[in-house]
């Protein structure tokens, strides 16, 4: 019994939505940087975590994911159409993420992110502009790239970017572009979210369905959305269908309490 | 000219007067059009001010037609405009400060970056699992995972090769998750070639049975040995030197698979490298253990420090293991040794007894040699599914020993033999399967032992006892033990929400067979001493048995709860006696382990049990035994009874952000015993071990710390260990009763640093004090002190040179100080990185080591010969 309320609150909250990606023609990038996100997802711990994200540029566009969201996504696309589930779920289940949207910048005004509200993914553009960046004059050298400072406000918070002219692409974590080189590290004033760049690799990498078909919509619809479905995951889940037999009320108070410890995102919208 | 140069100062002055104050200078628009060398638009290039600090105060990117504008606000009279875009050259274009429309023609080329590579952390830790980076613990010198798993905090390696994790022993050794060695894993660990690995895996409380992941809790923590990928590999290694002339050969190979692992090796050497621990089972297993040789040849302290300075061997060793594993998860492992070995100590002791009588001093010169082949088979089935777990595994060890003791004892030569063949079959059968909403285990596991045993000592000893106080040419001692052992039970698990429940039944049966007899031979003629130093018994054990097991786990507890009732009925035949002792005894053994998790990183144990211990059959013989030349040992024919009360807690602490891994632990043990044994001791130190009936008790407490931090940004880490015990028992000396306190602390310290790739450094000491008390009187108090130093030189990429200095030293009622000194030199070449080396072992040209041992009522110097000062010279190739 409680096995299967296991197994049933992973699905819920890991929202792993198999079969999602259709196989597309594949695009080619030409650097991958790796960041670590080092970030506090309840304001009241002082218990950090850890997650790795990947950016794969080329000269037209960038795409922007968790690197267990990348893993997870190659991964089913490899198991498509094969009778191996059970190894797949095993590995979904190793490779979890927090993160799950993926982030597609075709230059820094056009900014696109398809993110996941239980088994359904919405995609949203940003507002053009979304970035008013402010150069300061200091410089330092971080990651071994000689670096300059830049501030902006974005997502209820105050953000310190350093970039790096060494890479010339206007690119970086999250949304975060629109400087005149590779932004190396980000970090928001309470230092609660942190990006760091720990790799670069510049090699031709061919990927094929890193973004899921989605439903287009706002930026507002999308959180506001994203809001009710934190308020009652339960109750979304069995509007779609899911019926829960046993151990209801040990998932909606865990789910309770998982939502309880996630109150500080690294965006807010209002 | 010089109105020039006073216009040019004073539009410098003004300049800096503007920049402090106000900026008010007008604003240039900068417009223009990035471009290719063919005229084509470049969209999206960066288009920035660079002032002279290099530091860019405006930026803009280019319009899909090229095209973009830019406004100054910098006093100067030119400006810098830099243009980048991915693809292309970046240009720096020079331009006057004023409003205009410029070209910027940028250059195609395939830009270079500076790449940037991934540095994982060096620890990593999810959930239960512990991942070392080996590419953050691995030093320059470092040949094999076990020079790397040495360095890791939370880590310890001991002499035998036995890995520690937090203080305590590894349950299993996987490579890519396979069990292939089942225990014996020296041979992957010190072969192994540390360029192969990725990450070295702790796993805490491993179950590896998958049927009772989550249902039975286990305390054991796994290694794995995760490699960078599917590869064959291993490693060939030929030496020579002198003198006199040295040989040392290794070859290795290892392949592994996803679904198939080999490892292969043959060793040879007579270079004082201990081959046998190669085949060392180094984790405990439920196997029944092999009773303990009876007879020996007066020994030598082994000195207390590598073998590798006093092993004088001739050793040769064989080796094939290989694992299987078939789609439907069912492993095959087969495992083949073979080891023929010659092995010779010199030396000598000196003795000093306390006996009722007065100071006996015993002075030996020794010269030793042992002759050893030993085989041994495994086969193994195992299915380890979430349904199913079966295993099968069947084993065979057969060793022959023959031992030559020469001794002379205050200048009498004294000369000993010894045969001894030991046969050994095993099989063990373990099932887990569910039955309805149980689950169902059995085990069964049976061995079979038989081991004759000779000794001849020439001339006869123990005049008094077997020859009426003449003396005789020769004293033999036989012995012949045979014993068939079998363990059996079934159990059921049945899980209830948060606890389950194991009830279980079985029997254990153990049927001991034992034969000894002493031959005099005096004046050529031989004689078959008498009952009393006869043998013929038959002891038979069984023990039915009922118990409930149960186990609680919470996020935060794991409580494992265990009552059982055994009931142990003992048979004991003495066929030179004519008599028959039967004995039945209800013994109820509970025991209880409890786990807290305090916090993601640290943790809370705790034991406590209380059991039976009813000794081993060779402790109801009651004819006389001659163990050794001046040992001669009976017991009262009573089977002892032992109680024992155990408790223990423990905190474990790991942090893998500080690196830092700290363990404490407190124990106490308290042993009552219905035997207590008197040492008769005559006026040539010859012993006579008596057992008398008398309750007795012996109390023990030990405390036991380990400290492990790693400094990752001067790679150095630092290991700090150290424990107390004490134990009081209760003896008789000279026929009074006292209370004997011993006393024992050990602090060890060790660091290992590769702060730069052109330096490494070890340093351990180690340092230990022993201190005893009889009633109130003191007794003697000795302590040792041991420094360990080396240093690792790379001077270039090439060249590698390693310096070793050891020093020892022990103080109390004698002192000594010895130093030892070794050199290795290593020159790496070829696009397959072969080694040759060069070592120089024991430089200072050192003849013995020589150990101390007290204890209450004795006093041992040992003088061991180690090996003298000899050079090396070997190839490793790696493959």
């Known amino acids: 019994m409680l096995r299967f309320a296991c197994a049933a609150l992973i699905m819920l909250v890991s929202r792993f939505a198999l079969g999602q990606i259709k196989g597309s023609s594949p695009v080619s990038y030409d650097i991958t940087c790796s960041y670590q996100l080092t970030f506090f997802p309840d304001s009241s711990s002082a218990v950090s975590k850890t997650e790795s994200f990947l950016l794969f540029i080329n000269q037209e566009q960038s795409i922007f994911k968790s690197r267990n969201r990348y893993l997870n996504d190659s991964a089913i696309l490899a198991t498509e159409r094969s009778r191996n589930r059970q190894d797949l779920m095993s590995f979904l289940q190793a490779h979890r993420t927090d993160f799950q949207f993926n982030i597609v910048k075709h230059g820094c005004n056009a900014v696109r992110t398809t993110d996941q509200i239980y088994h359904d993914y919405f995609s949203y553009p940003e507002t053009p502009g979304h970035l008013q960046w402010v150069l300061a004059q200091d410089t330092a050298t971080i990651a071994g790239y000689r670096a300059q400072r830049a501030t902006t406000e974005f997502g209820g918070r105050k953000w310190e970017a350093w970039f790096t002219e060494a890479v010339p692409v206007s690119e970086g974590p999250y949304k975060f572009c629109g400087l005149p080189g590779l932004i190396i590290r980000v970090t928001d004033s309470k230092e609660q979210y942190d990006f760091v760049l720990n790799g670069l690799t510049q090699s031709r990498r061919e990927l094929t369905g890193q973004v899921p078909k989605s439903a287009q919509t706002e930026k507002s619809t999308f959180f506001k959305k994203q809001l009710e479905y934190r308020a009652n995951p339960v109750g979304i889940a069995e509007q779609s269908g899911v019926v829960f037999t046993s151990g209801r009320s040990e998932i909606v108070q865990r789910v309770q309490q998982k939502n309880k410890s996630e109150n500080n995102p690294i965006e807010f919208f209002h | 000219m010089k109105i020039g140069t006073a216009q040019r100062i004073i539009s410098a002055l003004l300049l800096i007067f503007q920049i402090g104050c106000c900026r008010a200078y007008a604003q240039k628009t900068i417009s223009g059009k990035v471009l290719d060398q063919h005229g084509t638009a470049i969209s999206n290039a960066n288009v920035a001010i660079i002032q002279n600090n290099n530091s860019i105060s405006a930026f803009t990117f280019s319009d899909p037609d090229g095209s973009f504008t830019l406004k100054s606000a910098l006093p100067t009279d030119t400006l810098t405009i830099k243009a980048t875009r991915l693809g292309f050259d970046g240009g720096l274009f020079r331009v006057a400060n004023k409003t205009q429309a410029v070209q910027l023609v940028l250059k195609e080329s395939a830009l270079k970056l500076r790449a940037l590579t991934v540095k994982a952390p060096p620890v990593i830790i999810r959930k239960d699992t512990i991942d070392y980076q080996v590419s953050a613990f691995k030093g320059e010198g470092d040949r094999t995972i076990s020079d790397v798993i040495k360095r890791i905090p939370g880590i310890e390696v001991k002499e035998n090769g036995q890995i520690l994790y937090q203080g305590n022993p590894i349950g299993k050794y996987y490579i890519n998750g396979l069990d292939l060695l089942e225990g014996r894993y020296n041979l992957a660990n010190e072969n192994l070639l540390a360029d192969a690995v990725r990450k070295v895996q702790v796993m805490e409380n491993d179950q590896p049975i998958k049927i009772l992941k989550s249902k039975?809790?286990?305390?054991?923590?796994?290694?794995?040995?995760?490699?960078?990928?599917?590869?064959?590999?291993?490693?060939?290694?030929?030496?020579?030197?002198?003198?006199?002339?040295?040989?040392?050969?290794?070859?290795?190979?290892?392949?592994?698979?996803?679904?198939?692992?080999?490892?292969?090796?043959?060793?040879?050497?007579?270079?004082?490298?201990?081959?046998?621990?190669?085949?060392?089972?180094?984790?405990?297993?439920?196997?029944?253990?092999?009773?303990?040789?009876?007879?020996?040849?007066?020994?030598?302290?082994?000195?207390?420090?590598?073998?590798?300075?006093?092993?004088?061997?001739?050793?040769?060793?064989?080796?094939?293991?290989?694992?299987?594993k078939t789609k439907d998860q069912t492993e095959l492992k087969l495992g083949l040794g073979v080891r023929d070995e010659m092995q010779q100590q010199n030396g000598s002791n000196y003795t000093r007894l306390l006996t009722p009588g007065g100071v006996i001093e015993i002075d030996e010169r020794i010269a030793n040699r042992a002759d050893t082949r030993a085989l041994n088979a495994s086969l193994v089935i195992e299915r380890n599914t979430d349904r199913l777990f079966l295993k099968n595994s069947a084993s065979g060890q057969f060793e022959q020993l023959r031992g030559i003791g020469n001794l002379s004892r205050n200048l009498l030569p004294t000369r000993q033999n010894l045969t001894t063949e030991q046969t050994q079959l095993q099989n063990s059968l373990a099932i887990i399967t569910h039955a309805g909403k149980q689950l169902l285990n059995i085990s069964s596991q049976t061995a079979y032992y038989r081991r004759p045993e000779t000794l001849l000592v020439r001339p006869g000893v123990f005049n008094a006892l077997f020859n009426a106080g003449n003396s005789f040419e020769s004293i033999s001692q036989q012995l012949r033990t045979r014993e068939i052992e079998t363990q059996n039970s079934i159990s059921f698990t049945r899980k209830f929400s948060t606890i389950s429940l194991t009830p279980a039944a079985g029997f254990n049966f153990d049927n001991h067979l034992f034969q000894s007899a002493?031959?005099?031979?005096?004046?050529?003629?031989?004689?078959?001493?008498?009952?009393?130093?006869?043998?013929?018994?038959?002891?038979?054990?069984?023990?039915?048995?009922?118990?409930?097991?149960?186990?609680?786990?919470?996020?935060?507890?794991?409580?494992?709860?265990?009552?059982?009732?055994?009931?142990?009925?003992?048979?004991?035949?003495?066929?030179?006696?004519?008599?028959?002792?039967?004995?039945?005894?209800?013994?109820?053994?509970?025991?209880?382990?409890?786990?807290?998790?305090?916090?993601?990183?640290?943790?809370?144990?705790?034991?406590?049990?209380?059991?039976?211990?009813?000794?081993?059959?060779?402790?109801?013989?009651?004819?006389?035994?001659?163990?050794?030349?001046?040992?001669?040992?009976?017991?009262?024919?009573?089977?002892?009874?032992?109680?024992?009360?155990?408790?223990?807690?423990?905190?474990?602490?790991?942090?893998?952000?500080?690196?830092?891994?700290?363990?404490?632990?407190?124990?106490?043990?308290?042993?009552?015993?219905?035997?207590?044994?008197?040492?008769?001791?005559?006026?040539?130190?010859?012993?006579?071990?008596?057992?008398?009936?008398?309750?007795?008790?012996?109390?023990?407490?030990?405390?036991?710390?380990?400290?492990?931090?790693?400094?990752?940004?001067?790679?150095?880490?630092?290991?700090?260990?150290?424990?107390?015990?004490?134990?009081?028992?209760?003896?008789?000396?000279?026929?009074?009763?006292?209370?004997?306190?011993?006393?024992?602390?050990?602090?060890?310290?060790?660091?290992?640093?590769?702060?730069?790739?052109?330096?490494?450094?070890?340093?351990?000491?180690?340092?230990?004090?022993?201190?005893?008390?009889?009633?109130?009187?003191?007794?003697?108090?000795?302590?040792?002190?041991?420094?360990?130093?080396?240093?690792?030189?790379?001077?270039?990429?090439?060249?590698?040179?390693?310096?070793?200095a050891e020093q020892y030293a022990t103080q109390g009622s004698a002192r000594q100080n010895q130093f030892y000194l070794h050199l290795r030199y290593r020159y790496t070449f070829g696009k397959r990185k072969i080694d040759l080396e060069i070592r120089g072992t024991n430089l200072t040209n050192v003849q013995h080591y020589i150990s101390i041992l007290n204890s209450a009522f004795t006093f041992t110097e040992s003088s061991f010969r180690i090996r003298p000062r000899q050079i090396l010279v070997g190839f490793r190739v790696p493959f």
């Not at chain 2, 007579?270 to 984790?283: C, E, I, K, P």
């Open chain 2, 518 to 804: 002493v031959t005099t031979v005096a004046s050529d003629s031989a004689h078959m001493r008498g009952d009393a130093f006869q043998n013929d018994l038959k002891y038979t054990h069984l023990t039915p048995f009922a118990q409930l097991g149960g186990y609680y786990e919470s996020q935060k507890w794991q409580v494992d709860v265990n009552l059982s009732l055994r009931m142990h009925a003992f048979r004991v035949s003495d066929f030179v006696e004519n008599s028959l002792q039967k004995q039945n005894r209800p013994a109820f053994e509970p025991s209880l382990t409890a786990r807290y998790r305090v916090t993601e990183y640290a943790d809370f144990t705790s034991d406590v049990s209380y059991s039976y211990d009813f000794g081993n059959p060779s402790q109801v013989y009651s004819g006389f035994i001659l163990k050794s030349y001046r040992n001669v040992q009976r017991t009262n024919g009573t089977i002892p009874l032992n109680r024992i009360w155990m408790g223990r807690v423990g905190m474990n602490y790991k942090n893998p952000l500080s690196l830092l891994f700290l363990n404490l632990a407190a124990s106490v043990l308290r042993l009552e015993n219905n035997l207590q044994y008197r040492t008769g001791i005559d006026s040539t130190g010859a012993a006579e071990l008596n057992f008398v009936l008398k309750n007795n008790v012996q109390l023990s407490k030990n405390i036991r710390l380990g400290v492990g931090k790693y400094f990752g940004e001067i790679r150095t880490s630092l290991k700090l260990n150290g424990d107390a015990s004490f134990i009081r028992s209760e003896q008789i000396v000279t026929e009074r009763e006292a209370a004997v306190r011993n006393r024992n602390y050990r602090v060890g310290l060790s660091a290992s640093t590769l702060f730069s790739t052109y330096l490494g450094a070890e340093l351990s000491g180690n340092a230990s004090i022993f201190l005893s008390r009889i009633a109130d009187q003191r007794g003697p108090t000795s302590g040792t002190t041991q420094l360990q130093l080396g240093i690792d030189i790379y001077p270039t990429q090439a060249h590698a040179l390693r310096l070793d």
């Open chain 2, 216 to 324: 039975v809790f286990s305390e054991k923590a796994s290694l794995n040995i995760q490699l960078k990928k599917v590869t064959t590999t291993g490693s060939a290694k030929a030496g020579a030197g002198l003198s006199p002339a040295l040989w040392d050969v290794n070859i290795t190979p290892m392949t592994f698979n996803r679904s198939f692992q080999v490892i292969a090796s043959v060793q040879s050497n007579n270079a004082g490298t201990d081959v046998s621990r190669q085949l060392d089972v180094l984790t405990k297993s439920a196997q029944t253990s092999v009773p303990v040789p009876m007879l020996s040849i007066q020994p030598l302290n082994a000195p207390n420090i590598n073998p590798n300075r006093w092993l004088d061997n001739r050793s040769h060793l064989g080796s094939f293991n290989l694992i299987k």
